[in-house]
């Protein structure tokens, strides 16, 4: 195996936060069903999957959320979000499996050339109720993160956050 030309490891060092879209282009439904699978192969804890995704692609809903989630602004532009969640009652660790199942998400957006962006509802209480009122979510299911995705309305360099100073073996 060729490991400077590894895909995989190009999709993570690539892969960056988009905010804005172009509006004329639609994701397609095979599009979000890659999306969707990719997060499903994440790794969880015991193998609970306790996982819940919303797929929003109502305009209103994405305005709304736009209006109360004080970071995902960029839903207006955006023709899809997804909404990852997760089920107390399955684990209480949730969260974690969550936030792998978010980032196989971004990881896939942009091997596929969409542009998208985590914005956190968990832990922050009012995101969270905004988000479960908005879709309407039974009170064992919590929102981690909503992932405003649509083609990239802008050029935009990742970031090489690379810092081996933040590396430590064996001691501090």
Known sequence: ?????????????HRKSVRTYLPEKAISASEIDLLIRAGMAAPSGKDTRPWEII???????????????????MLKNAPVAVIVCGDET???????????VTQNILLAAETLG???VWTAAYPYEDRMTAVAKQIGL???I???????????????KHKDKY?????????W
């Open 138 to 140: 039974p009170d064992n």
């Open 55 to 73: 797929v929003v692609n109502e305009r209103a809903i994405l305005d709304t959320l736009a209006q109360e989630l004080p970071y995902a602004k």
């Open 1 to 13: 195996m060729d490991k400077t030309h590894n895909y995989t490891l190009s999709a993570i060092y």
């Open 114 to 116: 969409l542009g998208a």
């Open 163 to 171: 810092d081996k100073n933040k590396i430590h073996y064996n001691k």
């Open 142 to 156: 919590k929102a981690l993160s909503v992932i405003p995705i649509g083609y990239p309305g802008e050029n935009k």
């Open 90 to 100: 399955i684990s209480s660790y949730w969260f974690l499996d969550c936030s792998a």
